[in-house]
């Protein structure tokens, strides 16, 4: 069984968008092991887009993602990653295929709804920042 991290950013929470993106992922099979509505600290941030910390958009990432609360979750089942990252679609919505999370309901880059995680690697860099180990429901 594959984990990876779901967030809906601040744009999703403040478009009252939870419940159906959380449908989303069930509805294809996959099994919601944590889920945490928090807002999220600029360490926190800065920490899950260090990947990114050189690039000139490092700053506007921070402060999209710390502008408001978010759900954060984590999801498991069989290509977990891959099947997320398929039901969000491309980053940017405007080239988002109608039926995924972001091709439905985000019209950009910048305010594009959800993050997935992209690899397993990833994952193992992400969860902890969002979550502790003993925060995750694996029965």
Request: with cysteine.
């Amino acid at each position: 069984m594959e984990r990876t991290l779901i967030l809906i950013k601040p744009d999703g929470v403040k478009r009252k968008l939870i419940g159906n993106v959380i449908s989303r992922f069930e509805n294809k099979g996959l099994k919601l092991i944590a889920m945490k509505f928090m807002k999220v600290t600029e360490d926190q941030a800065k920490q899950h887009y260090s990947v990114h910390s050189l690039k000139p958009f490092f700053n506007g990432l921070v402060s999209y993602l710390i502008s408001g609360p978010i759900v954060a979750m984590i999801f498991e089942g069989d290509n977990a990653i891959l099947s997320c990252r398929n039901i969000c679609g491309a980053t940017d919505g405007s080239k988002a295929n109608p039926g995924t999370i972001r091709g439905d309901f985000s019209l950009n880059i910048e305010e594009n709804m959800v993050h997935a995680s992209d690899s397993v690697e990833s994952f193992k860099h992400e969860y902890p920042i969002f979550f502790n180990d003993n925060e995750i429901i694996d029965n």
